[in-house]
């Protein structure tokens, strides 16, 4: 057949490509990013891949990174703003890890090339993609959340908010120690919003991403606007100062004299738009267009679920075109079918864990974990699974059903 | 918990009670039939279970009919109607059986009432629904084809017919030596419809139902309407001679003089609207109903496809039930998503299987059988799986890429 065509290198685009690789079906991935381009620039995202998604890597071949310095092995919660802060890990029952995509994007786009995937290094734009459904049997559009996504209109009954909830402040540091055992920190200050500490590997070594989700019109919102460029010195005493007033348990394991910032592109700054949108659309010459990753739903970072979305989706889209390669509205429909269950749990739970103010059933949940170390691990275990977790948290009847069903309520 | 309520002890019915006893989950089954009224009375159909039916039965440990006498091992095709009948088998790769249901549906009831299920006999009326739905944690609905059904809308878009396509006359008979190797016949009389012989176990031992399906204007419509009750051997001496004519291919194992129904009862005539309805509702007091069988989808029986499609919806239901006992939309969204396939599957196969006139491209699969053995097998093996037969027979294209694929365009 003629293959294949994925817009975009992104890790949807390239789990997809290299499952396809495997089953030796011809895949050209276009990227309006050399690997070069991939692999520098400024930071994108702070990435952490959970174990379902390390499985998926190692039946890919693509594990470079399976040395227990690069894994963490759970979180460890502070959550402030009450008379008592509640302080408790959790653990997943197998690790997880987190690798600068400046040097991840770039190792796969390798592996997938030497495997004979194409990778051809154009911009796509919207109108060029009836050209290029007609040159392979499907086109694939993972070209994240950029315009393009636009293909697929978005779906208010899944999409409950129209702006960010979050502004983003994310930067990669060293003189942060690692907590012990090593794991993400996930430290909320009520009303202020989170910062996700997060044990990183990147060209500047083994570092810690700090990822400073804050509420709009809350004390920290101001850390998306400083600039670093302006005052290197200014912002890291900025970032320092938050991080003592409002994440005490992360700020503890810095030492100021130590802390900076790993390089000036390693900071990012800005916010999302939580997005579902259609799986596919149908181009005015009958052919049909799957969207996969960013494109076809965003969350926020607060809980590290969009790659990892990203990567599952992908993967039921590559068994999909593996077992009936008949690309028509049915193909399609089976598609959204198998994955929309842990899809739609994971953009469901993100945008409960970013409603102000946290709704009560949530806190329930939390509450639970902080007495009671099987709950905490599930709940942790869970980002592997987030239509698990959503079974369990999706309304004020299913925390009830789960506490009681373990004694606790 | 306070169990879940099934409305309807038909296979639907009971294969879900079976399945929940067996994970300890209590449940009460309603039925408006006593046992002795489920083995007695008119003949209701005339059921083959495929093998796909037939695991589930062997893992609820209901298979009671598992010597080889009750099997059969594939499909004999007579195709009349072109210059020369197209004549080919097709065969599975394990066998079905048809057990008539009077003896079928009594002794999975026992099994379920000896496993600890509750058998309420009482006409279950839409209004007490409500009632019902407060004494259990879920209330399903699997009550066939009758009133209940109308609790969930029927879909405009997977039903495309606003009347029956076929009416039907089945009957047991002695005097049919079966075929070789033991199969059921099918036999296509172009424009007037098909004949279904099926070698079937009944009280009065082993013998065959006649099932004809007669296109409403066709020659063979008069089948169902004629009264076996007015004139038993004229009703005889009719089927005798339109198999004759319009099936010769079973005509030829008839022995005339030892032709006869096995009983004033064995008969049934009518007609079925193919219908695919909701799979769930929402009641006035905020409680989830869901549908399965007959009561969720009906399709016409040409193919064999109704009970083997309740049976896996009750199975999808029943392990749905199990991992996640929480009743809301939620639940029966996942419900839906997860049985999809395969019912929109087996109604949408079957619907196109009735289309008058038959569309080219079913007769270019036919074609396609007559002329090689795996592609005859394949179609028959699919008798299991009618979502694989859908994806190699939904559209033209589909038909197309199937036979490129295996060299045969
Ligand atoms: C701060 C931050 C932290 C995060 N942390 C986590 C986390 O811990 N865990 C997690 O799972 N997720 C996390 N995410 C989310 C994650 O980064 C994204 O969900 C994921 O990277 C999306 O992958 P993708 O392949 O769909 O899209 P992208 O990664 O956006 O890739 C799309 C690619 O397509 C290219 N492209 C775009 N348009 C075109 C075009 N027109 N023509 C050709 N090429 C094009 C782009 O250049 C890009 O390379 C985080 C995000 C942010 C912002
Ligand atoms: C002639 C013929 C041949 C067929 N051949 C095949 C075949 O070869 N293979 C195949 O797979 N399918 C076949 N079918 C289809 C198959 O019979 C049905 O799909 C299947 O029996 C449906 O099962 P069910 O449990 O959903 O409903 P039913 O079998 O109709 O059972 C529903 C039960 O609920 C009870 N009930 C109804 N209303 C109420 C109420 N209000 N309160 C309490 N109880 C109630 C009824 O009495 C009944 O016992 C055939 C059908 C016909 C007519």
């Known amino acids: 057949m003629a293959g294949i065509g994925i817009v975009g290198a992104g890790v949807a685009g390239l789990h997809l490509g ?28 702070s990435v952490a891949h959970h174990h379902a998604t390390i499985e998926r890597e190692r039946a ?23 008379p008592q802060p509640l302080v408790f890990p959790g653990f997943f029952t197998a ?57 697929f209109p978005r779906r208010a009954d899944k999409s409950p908010y129209d702006a960010p909830q979050r502004k983003l402040c994310v930067g990669l540091y060293e003189g942060v120690a690692p907590s012990d055992p090593r794991g993400v920190t996930m430290s909320v200050a009520a009303g202020h919003g989170e910062l ?32 670093y460029e302006d005052d290197p010195a200014g912002f890291e005493k900025t970032i ?13 394991r810095i030492d100021p004299a130590a802390f900076h910032l790993t390089g000036p592109l390693d900071v990012l700054q800005g916010a999302v ?8 659309t149908r181009l005015p010459n009958g052919r049909y267009v799957v969207a996969v990753g960013d494109a076809h739903v965003v969350v926020d970072p607060v809980i590290g679920q969009g790659a990892n979305c990203a990567s599952y989706s992908a993967w039921e889209l590559g068994h999909a075109i593996v077992e009936d390669p008949n690309f ?32 009560p059933h949530l806190l329930r949940m939390f509450g639970a974990m902080a007495q009671n170390q099987a709950v905490a691990d ?12 959503w079974d369990n948290l999706a309304t004020p009847e299913r925390v009830q059903h789960y506490l009681t069903a373990r004694g606790l309520s």
């Open 18 to 45: 290299l499952l396809l690789r495997q089953h030796e079906v011809p895949v050209t991935i276009y990227s309006d990013r050399t690997a070069r381009q991939l692999g520098s620039g400024r930071m994108l995202n």
């Open 60 to 82: 890919l071949g693509v594990d470079h990174w399976e040395a227990e310095e690069y894994h963490y092995f759970g979180h460890h919660h502070y959550l402030g703003g009450g």
């Open 95 to 151: 690790p997880s890890r987190a690798i600068d995509y400046r040097l991840y994007l770039p190792a796969l786009l390798e592996d997938f090339v030497s495997r004979g995937g194409e990778f051809d290094v154009r911009p796509v734009q919207a109108a060029d993609v009836v050209t290029l459904s007609e040159r392979h049997d499907l086109v694939v559009i993972a070209s994240g959340r950029g315009d393009m996504s636009a293909m």
């Open 196 to 227: 996700l500490e997060i044990p990183i590997y990147s060209s500047a070594g083994h570092v810690t991403a700090l990822l400073f989700e804050n509420v709009p019109g809350g004390d920290l919102e101001m850390l998306a606007e400083i600039s």
């Open 240 to 252: 320092l100062d938050k991080t003592r007033q409002y994440h005490p348990a992360t700020f503890a």
């Open 273 to 280: 738009l939580p997005s579902v949108r259609e799986d596919y």
């Open 328 to 359: 028509d509205e049915r193909f399609c429909r089976k598609v959204a079918d198998r994955r929309r269950n842990r899809v739609y749990a994971t953009a469901d739970w993100t945008n409960l864990m970013i409603r102000t103010p946290p709704p």
């Open 378 to 389: 599930e709940f942790t275990e869970n980002f592997s699974y987030p239509d698990r977790q």
